[in-house]
């Protein structure tokens, strides 16, 4: 990996627009003719963990307005080498693109992050002067020959580092030296109207497996616990195999065979799972101040597919509002919750008692219960009611019948 700090564009690989810190830049790769092959115009922040002498801390920048594009990007070279952006700012810190394609689409198959501990400006105090790097598949991909466009805001999980992107704008492997007037949406920014006919019917699932075992998972940061949960995880993915035939497969995560981190935020927190066959999957809890609430906000999930034409799965919605209750009180819903994430991905989540952000000495607060349970108490209330009041009315008229009986006797 090339090294970052001081770095300086060469006059192929230019930044073009840096305005403000924290401001929206367009970062150009062109190659030894000057034809541009990637155009990359978004602002990036990122939420970063790290130890020092008195705990782990957290810590928020901004990619500034003087990141510079390194001369060691590259267009790439047909079946040897990949098209590369990568972005080189402060003291030895730097972002990299790296795309591919197939026939039909390309994407950003894996971003990585290299940051520099012995920035103090950055990382005050930190127990490590090392440079650290880490990385991540992503979601983002668009069709060849058109621009890929996301508005709402987009966060890429790199352990314990969150890189967030606003208004992005993105193409590799441009036919004209400039964007495409065409542009493939993200997800978050959907739904979209279509004028296609309505895909056909999805093939039954195959037997579910057993019900999941359910495990409690507990992250925690500098100022202690952020997330409570008690779970257990189902998933369910639909894809085309290899014969182009649709699957739909139900995973079941063994809490045996699954790690479990994460990271605490002041307005995020994520649960990140690793197993033997999901590469990771990510929960991520938002809060809303003004009203004093939590929620899940985002789901993602990375694995692989053996038997799927393309073997690695990639899903995830940010735009999420499940699983709700008031900061300080637990979510409690033993009838399981259903999250629909994206067409392709769900989870079932069984038995599920969660609470994010103010954790009091690692126990649950209060039960806000779902709607579901609420219901299966009211049901059998409302029967014994209804039995009461039966017999009640028996009794009533038993003895009305009886004192009418004992009135068609007099003495003689």
């Known amino acids: 990996m090339a090294a970052f700090g001081g770095a300086r564009p060469r006059p192929l690989l230019l930044l073009l627009l840096g305005l403000v810190h924290g401001a929206a830049a367009v970062f150009v790769v062109k190659d030894a003719n000057g034809t541009a092959c990637i155009m990359a115009n978004f602002s990036a922040a990122f939420l970063a963990s790290y130890e020092t002498r008195s705990g782990p801390k957290n810590v928020t920048f901004d990619l500034p307005s003087d990141a510079v594009v390194l001369n060691s990007s590259s267009c790439g070279k047909e079946n040897t080498s990949d098209p590369s952006l990568m972005i080189a700012f402060g003291k030895g810190h730097g972002l990299t693109l790296n795309f591919t394609r197939n026939a039909t689409r ?22 490590s002067k090392e440079t650290k790097t880490v ?9 060849i020959n ?11 999980h790199m352990h314990n580092v969150t890189v967030t992107f606003r208004d992005v704008t993105i193409q590799a492997y441009l036919a004209n030296s400039n964007f495409s007037k065409e542009e493939t949406r993200c997800e978050q920014d959907g739904p979209f109207p279509t004028t296609a006919p309505p895909p056909p019917p999805r093939p039954s699932p195959s037997p579910a497996p057993e019900s999941p075992s359910v495990h409690k998972y507990n992250v925690s940061g500098a100022n202690g616990t952020c997330l409570l949960a008690s779970m257990g995880l189902q998933l369910n993915v639909t894809y085309k195999k290899k014969d182009n035939t649709t699957m739909v497969k139900v995973v079941s995560i063994n809490p045996n065979k699954t790690t479990a981190g994460g990271s605490c935020g002041a307005q995020l927190v994520t649960l990140e799972l690793r197993s033997e066959s999901v590469a990771l999957l990510v929960f991520q809890f938002g809060m809303n101040a003004s009203t ?19 073997p690695t799965f990639k899903a995830g919605n940010n735009s999420l509002r499940a699983l709700q209750a008031t900061i300080g009180n637990s979510y409690k819903c033993n009838a399981g919750e259903h999250v629909q994430v994206t067409e392709a991905f769900s989870v079932n989540i069984i038995k599920v008692w969660v609470q994010a952000f103010q954790v009091q000495g690692d126990k649950f607060g209060s039960v806000e219960e779902c709607q579901l349970d609420e219901n299966s108490m009211l049901i059998p209330i409302a029967v014994g009611g ?4 039966l017999v009640l009315i028996v009794l009533i008229a038993y003895l009305i019948g009886r004192k009418r009986s004992h009135a068609g006797y007099q003495t003689i």
């Open 106 to 127: 390309y994407s950003v198959q894996l971003m990585s992050f290299i940051y520099n501990l012995s920035d103090t400006q950055i990382f005050p105090n930190a127990s």
């Open 135 to 143: 990385e991540s598949a992503t979601d983002i991909r668009a069709d």
């Open 146 to 156: 058109k621009k890929y466009r996301c508005v709402s805001n987009t966060q890429i």
């Open 292 to 310: 004093s609430r939590f929620f899940l906000q985002g789901i993602q999930l990375n694995m692989t597919l053996p038997d799927a034409r393309d």
């Open 386 to 389: 209804a039995l009461a009041g």
